[in-house]
T-cell receptor, first 114, second 111 residues
Framework: AQSVSQHNHHVILSEAASLELGCNYSYGGTVNLFWYVQYPGQHLQLLLKYFSGDPLVKGIKGFEAEFIKSKFSFNLRKPSVQWSDTAEYFCAVMTTGTASKLTFGTGTRLQVTL | NAGVTQTPKFRVLKTGQSMTLLCAQDMNHEYMYWYRQDPGMGLRLIHYSVGEGTTAKGEVPDGYNVSRLKKQNFLLGLESAAPSQTSVYFC??????????FGPGTRLTVL
């Protein structure tokens, strides 16, 4: 079965700092990849997704992620974080032929200080 | 469009009580899912459905049952609640192979 690892459990950054959150997955076949964000007290919202094509994908609110197939990674980046980016971020993997089920990482809590 | 809605938003149960959580979507999605979210564990799939009248077990199905009698609704039942089922429950829906859209969640506490 596939698994997803997010090694950063809690990240604290100052406003305007750059962000990179790691995501690695274990699965040898074709995958679709997602980053979801959960603001405090809210439901999950899609930040960005990768299905095929350009491995550098851009999402909402200035976020981007790069799919590196050889490293089984899909790291999330943002050049300059804002206080409003404080949230929990989840990486998720969808493997083909699995009823479109998602396997989530354990999440990374990002805290942005003023 | 309301998207994915869940009722109730909050619920407190005593051990052994039963309840049903309702998920509804108005996007004509074929696939629907129930997850539970626990601190430090991400979201784990409880049950899912790939169409009206069909359901299947996910990663953590024990203690839960589901039904999908109508395409737009997906019900999650707890027959005899246990403290270990204290969690936040999220419903999601999607077209096959596409991203999932999530509901606002139900916070359940079992005493």
């Amino acid at each position: 079965a596939q698994s997803v690892s997010q090694h950063n459990h809690h990240v604290i950054l100052s406003e305007a700092a750059s962000l990179e959150l790691g995501c690695n997955y274990s699965y040898g076949g074709t995958v679709n990849l997602f980053w979801y964000v959960q603001y405090p007290g809210q439901h999950l919202q899609l930040l960005l997704k990768y299905f095929s094509g350009d491995p550098l994908v851009k999402g909402i609110k200035g976020f981007e992620a790069e799919f590196i197939k050889s490293k089984f990674s899909f790291n999330l980046r943002k050049p300059s974080v804002q206080w409003s980016d404080t949230a929990e971020y989840f990486c998720a993997v969808m493997t083909t032929g699995t009823a479109s089920k998602l396997t989530f990482g354990t999440g990374t809590r990002l805290q942005v200080t003023l | 469009n309301a998207g994915v809605t869940q009722t109730p938003k909050f619920r407190v149960l005593k051990t052994g009580q039963s309840m049903t959580l309702l998920c509804a979507q108005d996007m004509n999605h074929e696939y629907m899912y129930w997850y539970r979210q626990d601190p430090g564990m991400g979201l784990r799939l409880i049950h899912y459905s790939v169409g009206e009248g069909t359901t299947a077990k996910g990663e953590v199905p024990d203690g839960y049952n589901v039904s999908r009698l109508k395409k737009q609704n997906f019900l999650l039942g707890l027959e005899s609640a246990a403290p270990s089922q204290t969690s936040v429950y999220f419903c999601a829906s999607s077209f096959g192979g596409r991203e999932q859209f999530f509901g606002p969640g139900t916070r359940l506490t079992v005493l």
